[in-house]
C-alpha cells in the first residue's frame, strides 16, 4: 500500500540520505533539486519517505515514465531505507501503476556511508 505522510517529520532525515543527495553523484543528483525541504516524514522507524516536486513546467520527470514526462500531480517520493542504507523512487501515477526504481549506492559511496557511522 502507500505510505500514509503526516502532517510534520517526526525527527530529522538520517544523516546518510542528506550526505547521499548533497553529494552531486549519480543517481541522486537527478533528485536533489526536486526535494521539498522538511516534507520527507518517518513512515515506521525503519523508513523515510521524501516527497518530491515532479508537478509543473519547473518538475522533475518520471524516470519510471517511459516517454520521461511529468506527472499531473506530485505523487512520486523516494523511500529510504534506514536498516539496509538503500533507497527507491516511487511513483503512484496511475500511468506508472505504482511501480518503483531501485536507486543504487555505488560501492564508494556506501564505504563513505560506512566511514561516516550511519
Request: hydrophobic fraction near 40%; include cysteine; proline fraction near 8%.
Amino acid at each position: 500500500g502507500r505510505p500514509r505522510l503526516v502532517a510534520a517529520p517526526s525527527r530529522a532525515p538520517p544523516a546518510w540520505v542528506q550526505h547521499l543527495l548533497s553529494s552531486g553523484e549519480a543517481p541522486w543528483r537527478q533528485f536533489a533539486a526536486f526535494v521539498r525541504p522538511g516534507a520527507g516524514h518517518w513512515q515506521t522507524d525503519r523508513f523515510y519517505v521524501m516527497p518530491l516536486a515532479t508537478s509543473g513546467a519547473g518538475g522533475m520527470p518520471c524516470p519510471i515514465a517511459s516517454d520521461r514526462r511529468k506527472h499531473r500531480s506530485n505523487q512520486s517520493f523516494i523511500l529510504w531505507d534506514d536498516f539496509n542504507w538503500t533507497a527507491a523512487y516511487r511513483c503512484h501515477s496511475t500511468k506508472c501503476a505504482g511501480r518503483s526504481l531501485d536507486l543504487i549506492t555505488t560501492a564508494a559511496q556506501f564505504e563513505r556511508l560506512a566511514a561516516l557511522g550511519a
